[in-house]
């Protein structure tokens, strides 16, 4: 399953593209995400909790950032396992755009699930991806958008 | 099989207690979401807090223009009860048509609202029929109560204890049933009352929704020919294995033709 999604944050392409980097940031974004650390150079591993209607389970996720092109954009790809609950894979092509000050984010992402989850949530699954990934780069779109530029 | 603390309580008051001494309390109403997934291992709360002794909850009662609801009604009940079958009988028909007799003479009406299921058939009548949700806290608008897929406009704590529906003029409920579980693939309910025309449709997307240009084309007239030409954008639907985006969006058009003939 596809999903794409585009997002202008009010923040130049430097900044966005930092802030796409910076574990800090991401952990505030990803919905439910308890936890990130860094495990090598373009390596992360996250602890989230899910939170869909009934369902509610803990993950641990591997995040990989691959084919870095900076300022313009990389892959995100995520590998999360939830025990019991089946387990989850995707990643999302991430592009930027310069608008004048402000930048235009734009995702294709693609998204697997297995386990149970899979079996009972199949109707559910594409529209709980896409809420996922509104919820994150909505939020994105916040903190880097409502952020002044660290000194660095 | 792992552990959790059971309290089947009798009043919201203690309902509302127990779960705040809960490290990761769960409210049950009937449970047939809760159950199933607390099997599957996809939810394990600490506490599992059962309504269904609070008796003050359930039962239909007619109040001037309006059926008051209790949130703990089961479906088979507002299905069976003269009442709703007299005053709104495409209620009684929708709740008649939820998922199997099992689920019907368990799942409740608050609990399946609480729950929002984006193809549960009673977030429908809430917003089509412009009901009024009551809680232990407040009155919530039908159209503030659903705000997301599985989202409302509940806070923590906050119990639904019924639901309130204005009598229409005239209305009716058409889904079309995934056919095993029963769940709307998409599911129309059209209602005529003394403020307007409602159409709400549920099922198709993240969360059940209005078409505002069909309210105002069956507004100057009210039969299926009105709706000829009005479609729903696909953009925002739902995909599935079951059914694209682009055939829920026609199949809505179908639905609500059919739900305005039925209503006559």
């Not at chain 1, 993950?59 to 609950?85: C, H, M």
């Not at chain 2, 269904?52 to 007619?62: E, Q, T």
């Not at chain 2, 129309?188 to 709400?200: H, K, Q």
């Amino acid at each position: 399953m596809e999903i794409t999604g585009e997002f202008a944050i009010p923040a130049p392409r430097e900044r966005v593209w930092e802030a796409l980097n910076d574990p800090e940031v991401l952990r505030q974004c990803i919905p439910g995400c308890e936890s990130i650390e860094r495990e090598a150079d373009n390596v992360f591993n996250a602890a989230m909790r899910a939170k869909i209607g009934p369902v509610k389970a803990r993950f641990t996720s591997v995040v990989t950032l691959t084919n870095l092109d900076p300022p313009n954009g990389y892959t995100i790809v995520g590998e999360g396992k939830g025990g019991p609950a089946g387990f989850g894979k995707g990643s999302a092509d991430v592009t930027l755009e310069p608008q004048g000050d402000e930048t235009t984010l734009r995702y294709r992402a693609e998204l697997q699930v297995g386990g149970k989850l899979a079996q009972i949530g199949s109707r559910l699954v594409a529209g709980a991806a896409r809420k996922i990934a509104d919820d994150f780069f909505g939020k994105f779109q916040e903190v880097v958008g409502g952020e002044t530029p660290p000194s660095a | 099989m792992y552990s959790f603390n059971y309290r089947r309580v009798s009043s919201v008051d203690e309902a509302v207690a127990a779960l705040g001494k809960a490290e990761d309390g769960k409210l049950m109403a009937g449970g047939m979401t809760l159950l199933p997934t607390m099997k599957q291992r996809l939810a394990q709360p600490s506490d599992l807090i059962d309504l269904s002794g609070v008796g003050a909850l359930a039962g239909i009662k007619r109040e001037g223009n309006r059926i008051v609801i209790g949130a703990m009604t089961r479906h088979a009940d507002v299905a069976d009860s003269a009442e709703v079958r007299s005053a709104i009988p495409a209620l009684a028909h929708l709740a008649g048509r939820i998922g199997d007799p099992q689920v019907r003479n368990r799942g409740t009406i608050g609990g399946s609202i609480a729950n929002a299921d984006p193809a549960a058939d009673y977030p429908a009548a809430v917003v089509g029929l412009g009901a009024t949700v009551h809680t232990n806290q407040r009155e919530i608008a039908g159209d503030d109560f659903f705000t997301g897929m599985f989202d409302t406009a509940l806070e923590d704590g906050e119990i639904i204890t019924a639901v309130s529906f204005p009598v229409p003029e005239k209305a009716a409920y058409v889904k079309f049933p995934n056919p095993a579980s029963r769940y709307a693939v998409v599911g129309v309910m059209v209602a005529r009352t003394g403020g307007g025309v409602r159409v709400a449709v549920t099922g198709a997307g993240p969360s059940v929704f209005r078409v505002p240009a069909m309210e105002a084309a069956l507004a100057k007239s009210f039969s299926a020919a009105a709706l000829d030409g009005i479609t729903v954008a696909a953009d925002d639907l739902n995909t599935d294995i079951h059914a694209s985006a682009e055939y829920r969006a026609h199949l809505v058009g179908v639905m609500a033709a059919r739900a305005v003939a039925a209503a006559g």
